[in-house]
């Protein structure tokens, strides 16, 4: 019987079967192990969350090959893994250890201001950042399975996974109130393939999963997001940089299912101790604002 | 006849899009008072063990697990075939099912992402042959109770053949995603052939 591997189905279908769920940062199998426990839908293995990266500085690249294969070891849900943009090989180096999603991130540290990975060559499924629709659109003609919103990572202020999601959001709105002639115009306008942009404006949707990421700190933050018509979402720096992170993580999982019931997301809110301390992006300089990188 | 999908984490979406395309009037149901006024049930794709999890943290795990030993017709794909086995492998510790299909099953067993396929199979009663299966960390069948009636198998990476679809009464299961292919023969199969003979035996 014939089986076929990688087919757009399963890459895509996979992250189907993370709806409605959270995906978090964990730099080991112990905090795998508590993501897990907590209800986690999946893990992203990486060797420092995005605001140790930002504190620390240095060129940020992909995770020790032993390290993702212990995270993997530790629990039985998906694992995923960072490569940088554009570093193909980082990105064949994940597929040999059989990670379940490569997400090409803007997190670490750009190994081509061109290009992105082509990643029809791959048998994993990608996940990628954007900002608007026309960048989710380059990334899908491309061979991204999932997109997620970019926000800003490592920042625990979740305004730019809201201006993100609303403009992707807003953009895919209006697609659907234009006549067909108008959206040759609009293709040429977000430099996205016309076919994606007419398939878009068709369903009112995006062909592919859309989570949301960056500076999603809180239960409420996590609620907010899934309104804002997030299929999902990731946490980076919100969980294991705050005070008790089994519970805020099972606080996230609770307000992700019922983001649309003020009072379980109360319940879930209370008593979690410090969330991450964060930083205003509003204070960030533009240079090191990691949702600039990717074109 | 009112079918809900269990709405707590996963691919719901695509089986509640499934159930209107075969004609049926589905709601997605999540909170016990919404379980206990469904009169079929879907379990959908996703991860077993979040389901799992929301389903005991928003107490409405016991309630599922009784309505399906009382004969609530159920199907569940991937994911909701797990929630439905009485006995799993590879499970994390404490993971719990709702139960109620004698079956042993293996999560992750066809491997890991890389190693999610499609392929042609032949499920019996669903014709006519075959029907496009997308297995996703799929699970298979590692052992069947007396009264489960095997409805497909499949060959895995062990050269055995293990059941990928199962019937048992009122509860089918599926170790694949018909919910991603626009081929809604086994959502019919469900509504026609598993939902009708329920309402027959009440």
Redesign the interface.
């Known amino acids: ?7 757009g ?2 890459k895509r ?2 992250a ?6 959270v995906i978090m940062d964990v730099v080991n199998a112990e905090q795998a192990k508590i993501a ?2 907590a ?4 893990v992203m293995a990486l060797e420092r969350v995005p605001a140790d990266i930002r504190a620390q500085g240095g060129v940020a690249r992909m995770s020790d090959p032993d390290m993702i294969e212990k995270i993997k070891a530790a ?4 694992v995923m893994a960072k490569a940088r943009i554009g570093h193909f090989v980082e990105a064949q180096i994940l ?1 040999s250890l ?4 490569i997400d090409e991130s803007e997190v670490l540290t750009p190994a081509d201001y061109k290009n992105h990975i082509n990643k029809w060559n791959f ?3 990608f996940v990628c950042g954007a900002t608007n629709l026309g960048e989710a659109l380059r990334r899908i003609n491309e061979g991204a399975a999932m997109i997620r919103s970019k926000g800003e990572a490592g920042t625990g202020d979740v305004s730019n996974a809201v201006t993100h999601m609303r403009e992707i959001g807003g953009e895919i709105r209006r697609l659907t109130s234009m006549r067909e002639d108008e959206l040759y115009v609009a293709a040429k306008e977000m430099q996205a393939p016309f076919e994606l942009v007419k398939e878009v404006a068709q369903n009112g949707k995006l062909p592919v999963v859309l989570f949301t990421a960056g500076g999603i700190a809180t239960p409420a933050d996590a609620a907010m997001m899934m309104h804002m018509g997030a299929d999902g979402v990731f946490i980076g720096s919100g969980i294991f940089k705050s005070g008790d992170p089994a519970r805020r993580a ?1 606080a996230c ?2 307000a992700t ?2 983001f649309d019931d003020p009072k ?1 997301i109360a319940d879930a809110s209370r008593g979690l101790g410090d969330a991450m301390v964060g930083i205003n992006v509003a204070d960030i300089p533009v240079p090191h604002r990691l949702a600039d990188r990717g074109w | 006849m009112k079918v809900g999908v269990l709405a707590l984490q996963g691919d719901v979406r695509e089986h509640v899009l499934a159930l209107q395309e075969c004609g049926a009037d589905p709601v997605i149901v999540r909170r016990s008072a919404e379980i206990a006024a469904i009169d079929a049930l879907i379990l959908p794709g996703g991860e077993s063990t979040t389901i799992a999890l929301l389903a005991q943290v928003f107490d409405v795990f016991e309630l599922i697990r009784d309505r399906i030993r009382d004969g609530l017709p159920v199907y569940g794909s991937c994911a909701g075939m797990i929630l439905l086995a009485d006995r799993v492998l590879d499970a994390v510790d404490g993971q719990r099912t709702f139960g109620g299909l004698d079956i042993t099953v293996r999560r992750n067993a066809f491997g890991r992402q890389v190693d999610s396929f499609e392929s042609d199979l032949s499920v019996k009663g669903v014709t006519p042959a075959p029907l496009k299966a997308v297995f996703i960390r799929a699970p298979w069948v590692e052992q069947v109770g007396q009264g489960v009636e095997v409805l497909a198998s499949i060959q895995g990476s062990d050269g055995r053949e293990h059941p990928v679809a199962v019937r048992q009464g009122t509860i089918l299961a599926t170790s694949f995603h018909p919910e991603l292919t626009g081929d809604h023969r086994i959502h019919r199969y469900f509504l026609e052939q598993v939902c009708r003979s329920a309402t027959r035996i009440k």
């Open positions: 019987m014939a089986e076929t591997t990688g087919t189905r399963v279908g996979m189907e079967m993370l709806k409605g769920g897990q426990d209800g986690a839908v999946a629990v039985s849900i998906p597929q059989g990670v379940d999603y048998t994993v499924p099972a999982v609770k299912t019922f379980i």
